[in-house]
Each structure stands twice: as structure tokens, then as C-alpha cells.
């Protein structure tokens, strides 16, 4: 007969397979504890250093889907600006962070999860909508322009760092998706995934020790301006490794990660990650913190696009 210790541990280990194989990793609660344990595992200092400090702009609203981890990233992009001493950073909820005057102020921006509604997806229009009695017509002309805003704003030098869901911010738009690298299409369920280096020897991604990432994690698939490869792909997963896929992808190999040049600007995305839980990797803070050197200009790398001869064959 099973004990009540071993029926315990047999239940705790079904439910441990279920909440990693599943869609529901439980949230974590930003506490004292989960605050000291980012910043024990935060990289100390950048990977350029005697560097100005820059100024970052983190927009965190979203209108559509409320990614739990927006808090989170938050709390981690404080936690590298303390420690690093490289960053000065303003969090944002307003729209009106996108007058041209206003982006003015920061050296990049960090769309945090900005997820819109569908179908519609344009968060500036969703903001807009919420906030005023400004006709549709109206809206509609003051949220173009806010694209315009930032799109001129990173085209002029700016920096724009796109963490996981914000790819979404601005979905339909195919000049905004030129800019960025692509749109969302879709995601299966959450699983366990292998995501890989391009090139390991790739400044942005030394902190991976070429082994990669191994996490749960939502696996993204891209649409539009991706298919274009106008950009330098950093990390990838294999599509025949994943479960749930809603049709068979152009390509197994499927980016998750990359920067571009964009005019005289610069644009870094990663899809990792959706949750909490892979922030106390110390390999991925040092990505994000290389990822943030990147946009404001102070890590110099190749950016450029990746010849079709060049990427990965699987």
C-alpha cells in the first residue's frame, strides 16, 4: 500500500508535469524574496562600460491581452539600471509618451508586453479610444501619427527594445512590421523548448555559452515584414520540436529573436519570455542587458541581414 508521503510526492509530481506541459504557469508574486534573488543573479555591470547614462522609456500599458510578467519585467529592468549604474529609467503608462517631444527625452524605448486589442490590434488607437471624446475619424488620425512618431523617432537614431507580446503593438501595419521585423501570427500552447544561437559567436548572444536557452516558454510564429529576413537573427527553435502547431511553417527554423537596423535607429525583439519564471536565468538578464546596450548605441555588433545562405539548414 502507498503511504501518505508517497501518494503526496506522486500527486506533487503529476502536477509539476502539468503545470510545465500545460498553458497555465502559475504567476509569481513579486516579493521581497523574488526581488533579491533577480538582483543576486543581475549582471553587475555592462558589457561596455565607462558608458554615458542613457535614458529608457519602458511603456508598460496594455489593452488587450495583460501579460502577468509586464510588472515583473519592470521590476528586472530597475534591477539592471541599479546595479549597472548605465541606465536611467522612466516607466510609462500614457499615450502621450509618444509626442514627438516627449520621445525626444529618452535614448530608447521598451515596449513591455504593449499588447492591443483584436482585431483591430493598434494600441495607440485603444489608448486613444479610452482616454477621449474624439471622434473615430479623429482617433484614427491622432493614432497614426503616434505610429509615425515613434517609427520617425527610431529611424532618426532612437533605440526601440520589444519584449515578447509588444511585437503586437502596432500588428496590422505593414510599415510598422518593416520596422520591427514582423508581426504576431500565432502561438501554440506553452511547452518546454530549446531555443538556439544563430551564431555563437555573436556579441549579443555570448551569454548563452553556446548551450542555448532550455525554458517553458510560448512559441512564436511571425507573419508580414518577417518573411523578408531584413534582420540579424539571434536565437531560434525548431519547429518540429514543438507540440500544437495550428499548420506546418514555411520553415523549421523559426526566429524568436533578432536585431535590425531601422534608418539611423536600431531594434532588438525577443520572444523570451512570457514568463517571471526564466528571469532568474542569470544567462537571459545578461541577454536583455546586452539587448539594452544594443539599442541606445553603446554595443556595437552586426546588425545587418543574415544572407539566406547564411541561415541555419534544418
Not at 523574488?34 to 522609456?57: D, F, G, M, Q
Request: glycine letters at 6%; a positive charge.
Amino acid at each position: 500500500m502507498l503511504t501518505i508521503k508517497k501518494t503526496l510526492l506522486i500527486l506533487s509530481f503529476f502536477i509539476s508535469i502539468l503545470t510545465v506541459s500545460g498553458q497555465n504557469i502559475q504567476p509569481l508574486e513579486i516579493t521581497d524574496e523574488w526581488l533579491a534573488e533577480i538582483a543576486e543573479k543581475a549582471p553587475s555591470s555592462t558589457t561596455i562600460k565607462n558608458v554615458s547614462i542613457k535614458k529608457v522609456l519602458v511603456f508598460s500599458n496594455a489593452t488587450g491581452f495583460q501579460h502577468w510578467t509586464i510588472p515583473h519585467n519592470v521590476e528586472m529592468l530597475k534591477i539592471l539600471a541599479k546595479k549597472t549604474k548605465a541606465f536611467e529609467i522612466h516607466i510609462g503608462y500614457d499615450v502621450t509618451n509618444f509626442e514627438k517631444k516627449n520621445l525626444k527625452k529618452y535614448d530608447a524605448v521598451i515596449l513591455n508586453n504593449s499588447n492591443p486589442k483584436g482585431p483591430k490590434r493598434d494600441l495607440f488607437w485603444d489608448l486613444l479610444k479610452e482616454n477621449s471624446s474624439y471622434s473615430d475619424a479623429e482617433i484614427e488620425k491622432q493614432a497614426l501619427k503616434y505610429e509615425q512618431n515613434l517609427i520617425n523617432y527610431v529611424a532618426k537614431g532612437g533605440g526601440l527594445m520589444i519584449l515578447h507580446g509588444a511585437i503586437v503593438v502596432q500588428n496590422n501595419s505593414a510599415e510598422f512590421s518593416k520596422m520591427s521585423g514582423g508581426s504576431f501570427d500565432y502561438h501554440p500552447k506553452q511547452q518546454q523548448m530549446h531555443v538556439k544561437e544563430v551564431d555563437v559567436n555573436h556579441p549579443l548572444v555570448k551569454a548563452f555559452d553556446g548551450e542555448g536557452l532550455i525554458h517553458v516558454d510560448e512559441p512564436y510564429f511571425f507573419k508580414n515584414a518577417y518573411f523578408n529576413y531584413n534582420f540579424r537573427p539571434l536565437l531560434y527553435i525548431e519547429a518540429d520540436k514543438l507540440d500544437g502547431l495550428r499548420k506546418k511553417p514555411k520553415n523549421n527554423i523559426n526566429y524568436v529573436s533578432w536585431v535590425k537596423k531601422h534608418g539611423r535607429g536600431r531594434v532588438f525583439y525577443t520572444s523570451p519570455s512570457h514568463n517571471a519564471q526564466s528571469l532568474a536565468n542569470p544567462k537571459l538578464l545578461q541577454y536583455f542587458l546586452d539587448g539594452l546596450q544594443y539599442v541606445v548605441g553603446d554595443l556595437k555588433c552586426n546588425d545587418s541581414p543574415l544572407p539566406l545562405s547564411e541561415h541555419p539548414k534544418n
